[in-house]
């Protein structure tokens, strides 16, 4: 059963940066597997963030391209969101996600229904 944990939230002042990371384990490793950063910003959905898709393509919403690097450490099996130029809009509990295989396009790469494996999130506030 893959496992996800994230880590790294925390309060940031306006401005400033913060780097999530989430723990994989469980991987079948004849499998490979799309990850993803989700966010739930209070009172909206769940909204995608970056995907890393199985072969190795990044992803970015459009709300954050230029602001976020999504990137993956194979041998520590961790996924990593960096994000600079933080707002209070960006406040929100950001969630680490996992399917098998590739994701294929922009719109399911950043759709939580095309994935299986679901980390308990990090929460992250920006004040102003």
């Known amino acids: 059963q893959v496992q996800l944990v994230e880590s790294g939230g925390g309060s940031v002042q306006a401005g400033g940066s913060v780097r999530l990371s989430c723990a994989a384990s469980g991987y079948d490793y004849n499998i490979y597997y799309s990850m993803a950063w989700f966010r739930r910003i209070p009172g909206k959905e769940r909204e995608g963030v970056a995907a890393?898709?199985?072969?190795?393509?990044?992803l970015y919403a459009d709300s954050v391209k230029g602001r976020v690097f999504i990137s993956k450490d194979n041998a520590k099996n961790t996924l990593n969101l960096e994000m600079n130029s933080l707002q209070p809009e960006d406040t929100a509990m950001y969630y680490c996600?996992?399917?098998?295989?590739?994701?294929?396009?922009?719109?399911?790469?950043?759709?939580?229904?095309?994935?299986?494996?679901w980390g308990q999130g990090t929460q992250v506030t920006v004040s102003s």
């Open positions: 996600a996992a399917r098998q295989g590739r994701c294929w396009t922009e719109h399911l790469c950043l759709d939580q229904s095309a994935y299986k494996y």
């Open positions: 890393f898709e199985s072969n190795g393509n990044t």
